[in-house]
């Protein structure tokens, strides 16, 4: 019996025993069993496969740099990890430049389709639910055109190099494991017929220890390797999803991914207790991620020790907080912005604090929207060079292979990501808007020590991940914690309309004292988080290395 269902079984009694109603979902899934660190003295690649990892260390040791290993990381993810991420999904990267000392955010997120009329996705539209996870959920993919944007401005190497492991196992497959195969075999019945003679055998999914093999794919990223993004934005691949999608009867055409393109932006950033926090800017929400440890800050946490009750009590209200600012404002950097001014300020962190009740739990204090699935359908990387250059990314096709939409012959899934709207009431701000930028909540991080990059992190896991990801900065700032411990470290979040997750870690005594201050609990897996740290000599040059892959998942960090 795994520790996960042992508190499972923990929380199901003490909710019998204290009276209170216990949401339980227990996630069986593959643990990586590293307690400590990788470590590497030229650089690092952190990622949720460990033939990705491999794609990027590989880059490194052929001479490329920390973004030529990132674009090596996202194709082969592509491949290796199908339902999380690919060229028809969409995506952030945080970027620190050694040679400029700079940061740049790198969004992927594109438009909404010019053409999508959001009313199939609320009621009375006959199948309004349905609508939201086909194609017409589909929007504008936009991570190819992220790789090839970072490989122009910042790689050293030619941009078929750059692919090549990406192709070749998709041309000659892998052993996928049994995390694959459980996704493979719960989504399989979705699956266009054509996806499923090489996502199955003999009218079957895949079984763990089974061989996929990616022809189509394959033969899509050598066009995308010959001819650029131009093949998906506008040529022969781009004329098949907007024929796949037609047909479908989704919204996205080729004339919006003819005007697709990678945007860069000027990050946001908070101070920590002496570090600066640096997440990526609007179009996502990595703010609200912000905003929880400012709020935080606002408490002695050493002094309340590490998911100690009163921490993780402080946490649970802190990020209810968080989570009614970003129901009430979040909004596109073009369109209603949120006004971060007041919510990342010190005077703004310390009225949010006061509010909270160190001895009871308080409702959510913000009508709730409609609730959405905590899911971990996305992928999150990071890597880093001997020169100090960092990438931080999170790429996503929203569920399980997105939209289940793919075009015959091109191996690519399109993703859904309108699903993650909200659609009541209309034309609000999160509504799917034609034209309109997406918003994401993805939430790349840095944290800079003396003015240079010392942790790298994110996770997937939808409204969680800006949940998540401050607690581990936390656990390195506040406790200590090297990047493993930190990543592997008990966490919890919130989730709408008032339940407090946690990922089935913590202590009998802990949860007790969580249920009698009045929190709803669930047991499920949050997040697959993947960070690196830098170390620096006294010459001001990394030196030192380190990288924490999340034991939630099956990926691997390994230094150079």
Known sequence: MTRCIQTGLLLAGLALAAGFEVFAQVDATTHNSASRPALGKQGMISSAHPLATRAGLDILEAGGNAFDAAVAVAATLNVVEPMMSGMGGFGVALIYDARQGAIRCLDSSGRFPSAVDADVFRAPTENYLENRKGAKSISTPGNANAWETLAKEYGKLPWQ????????????????????????????????????????????????????????????????????????????????????????????????????????????????????????????????????????????????GHNSPEYLHTFAEATKLAYAARLQYAGDRDQSPPPLDRLLSEKHWTMEAAKINPKKALPLQFPARESQEEEQYTTHFVSADQHGNVVTSTQTLGMLFGSKVMAPGTGIWLNNSMQYCTFEPKGNPLDALPGRRKLAGFCPMLVLRDGKPWIAVGSPGGHTIVQTVPQIVMNMIDFRMDVQQAIAAPRLSFIEPDITAVDGELEFAQVHELLQQGHKMTVRRLGNAHGLTVEYGTNGKPQRYTGGADPRGEGAAIGR
């Open 161 to 304: 190099q750059l692919l090549a492991p990406a192709i070749k196992l998709a041309d000659e497959g892998f052993i996928i494991s049994a995390h694959t195969a459980k996704h493979i075999q719960s989504e399989f019945p979705a699956f266009p017929v054509h996806a499923k003679t090489f996502y199955g055998k003999n009218g079957k999914p895949l079984q763990a220890g089974d061989r996929l093999v990616q022809k189509d794919l394959a033969r899509s990223l050598r066009l995308l390797a010959a001819q650029g993004t131009k093949a998906i934005h506008g040529g022969e691949l781009g004329e098949a999803i907007d024929k796949a999608v037609r047909e479908a009867g989704g919204f996205l055409r080729l004339e919006d991914l003819t005007q697709n393109k990678a945007e860069w932006w000027d990050a946001v950033s908070i101070d920590y207790r002496g570090h600066k926090v640096v997440a990526s800017p609007l179009p996502n929400n990595a703010w609200n991620g912000l905003l929880r440890l400012g709020i935080m800050s606002r408490f002695d946490l050493k002094k309340m």
